[in-house]
């Protein structure tokens, strides 16, 4: 299948690929919070998406821009650990074969908020169904989705919810999931994908 | 400002509050909306008595790929405390322009509290923002 290298660009602008590996074990830090360095090594496939790197783009016309992005990921991943007092941490991208369905994946370990916060909305004011934004909970995980406005009284479309991001954590472990494509609208099945990536790391 | 809107915003702050804790483990948290006397420079501040990540994250991106001076997002830092800016697209080789800096979040962090500011209309520049953090640190802490 012709990867369009379109596409391939997407991930330039932020997405990500190519895990950085930092550290070997626990260790203190100079706020006296213990910093847990054990390496994550995220799983070649979760669900039917591919790790970036494992994607064949030889046919997209522009195999330079996956290694691009592999590098700039490199980077994030040291930067995402920097955030977390340098803990192990990871950016990675996964994908669909034809890079249409992308899933941008932070790993680190470090606790987070559960439920994921969202302010509150007085949609009902705006005779709306639904906040524009809402946190809802599948199982262990929680996401933070937005919502096509929806009259009160009238029941969301399908496909009215778009997930912004997914996260499961503990107080050792975080995994985030940012969708880019169709599979948004798809709450359950990106969290789903969130406890894959959580089981193959734990 | 009108009875009701007083109302509404005192409600939805509270609401909030109670969700912030909540994403906290239960821990004192505040949500809190403040505003110039014209309602024209607005900010949300959020404090929770938890740890959260410091510097504040974004991706790396390199701008020589885009042809821009600067990333569009980046993290910048004003002593203790880190902000994430929205730089306005300025073509390679060119200054960015004064002003072309816009402060989207600021945060600062220790084992134990986290201030964010998020401003909310009007131009702010990331070090005002970061000194209303500091401000607000230091009536908390």
Redesign the interface.
Known sequence: MRVPWALLMAG?????TAGVVVGGAWVLNT???YIDKQPIDPPARVGAYLRYDKIDVRSSGRPDIQQ?ILE??A??S???S????GAAAV?QLYAGRDLRQQLSVQIYRAP???????????YQ?YRLAKPTQS?EEFGEVSCVVRNDPTPAGQPPGPNGTHTSLCSRTSKALTVEVRPVGDLADQPDDVAALVDSLWNAIT | MAKPVVE?TL??MQ??TK??S????GAGAL?AHYADNKLESNF?VVAYRD????????????PD??GLAKPQ?T?ERYGSVSCLVMNDPTPQGQTPAAGSARAAKCSRS??ALTVEITPDGGDHSPKQVAELVDEVWASVS
């Open positions: 330039l602008g932020g997405l990500a706020t006296g919070t691009k700039q990921n980077k994030s040291e930067l995402l920097q955030a977390h007092g950016v987070s908020a559960h439920p994921l916060y969202v302010p509150y909305e007085d004011r946190a | 509404r409600k939805a609401e909030s969700r912030l909540e994403s906290h483990g949500f949300m740890r959260s990540a410091d510097p504040l994250f974004v991706p790396y991106v390199n790929d885009l997002q993290v220790s084992g």
